[in-house]
């Protein structure tokens, strides 16, 4: 006997929301993606998760929008500097895509304006919204993930990508230069934050809940940007 899902039952498909009436499944919604492109050229899909529009990959440019360009620190000598500096995960250029670059709280932070026209590093209250937008922190978490174990570990808690956000566990780089958890936690950068630390949003692989708290300047997170 075939098995159906009870009526009611929502599903993202990688494109649309679906709902199933128990047999057939029904589009819900149209899709209500867009794209942006950074000063390097690299193209990024968007959609409106709540009431903003965010990216739905890691950011991966090697310039500040006026043109400036970011130092690649890939030493950790270099890493420990107090200036604006980016890495690849694991110093692999290969990780590029899907990861992005991991970015230090020095260039989350910066002047210059690391986003696209039109778009920003979220601040705090960004990231509170989106978590209230999708029923709050202790729920959201797993509608911020990606599905499955390509990149997250086996236990991958409470997944499902329901926004289409897709966040991939890439961990961080610690302010020593050591690249830890991997698979396990997904971080990034807000925009402000209190003297040396800067604030951050994370989601752990055992749970669904997005975690909003303050890390030094000198690690290195993903970042998202949202428009402004």
């Given at each position: ?8 039952v ?23 993606f ?21 990216m ?35 110093n ?28 920003q590093?979220?601040?705090y ?19 911020l993930k ?27 780089r ?8 991997q ?46």
């Amino acid at each position: 006997m075939d098995s159906f899902p009870p009526a009611g039952v929502l599903r993202w498909t990688g494109t649309n929301f679906e709902v199933t009436d128990g047999v057939y499944w029904y589009l819900l919604t149209e899709p209500k993606f867009g794209s942006v492109t950074d000063i390097d050229g690299n193209v990024y899909l968007t959609a409106y998760i709540g009431s903003r529009e965010w990216m739905l990959e890691n950011l991966r440019t090697t310039r500040f929008k006026d043109g400036t360009q970011i130092q690649l620190s890939s030493s950790s000598l270099d890493w420990g500097l107090a200036l604006s500096s980016y890495c690849w995960l694991n110093n692999d250029p290969n990780t590029n895509l899907p990861y992005g670059k991991l970015y230090n709280g020095y260039t989350a932070t910066n002047s210059h304006g690391l986003c696209p026209a039109g778009w920003q590093v979220p601040f705090y209250g960004d990231w509170a919204g989106l978590a209230l937008d999708l029923g709050g922190q202790d729920f959201c978490g797993g509608k911020l993930k990606e599905t499955g174990n390509l990149h997250w570990q086996s236990n991958n808690a409470e997944a499902t990508n329901e926004s289409g956000f897709t966040a991939l566990a890439a961990g961080l780089r610690s302010g020593n230069g050591d690249f830890v958890n991997q698979k396990l936690i997904a971080y990034w950068w807000a925009s402000n934050g209190s003297g040396q630390d800067v604030y951050y949003s994370n989601l752990y692989h055992y749970n669904g809940r997005l975690d909003i708290n303050l890390a030094d300047k000198l690690n290195g997170l993903s970042i998202r940007c949202v428009r402004n």
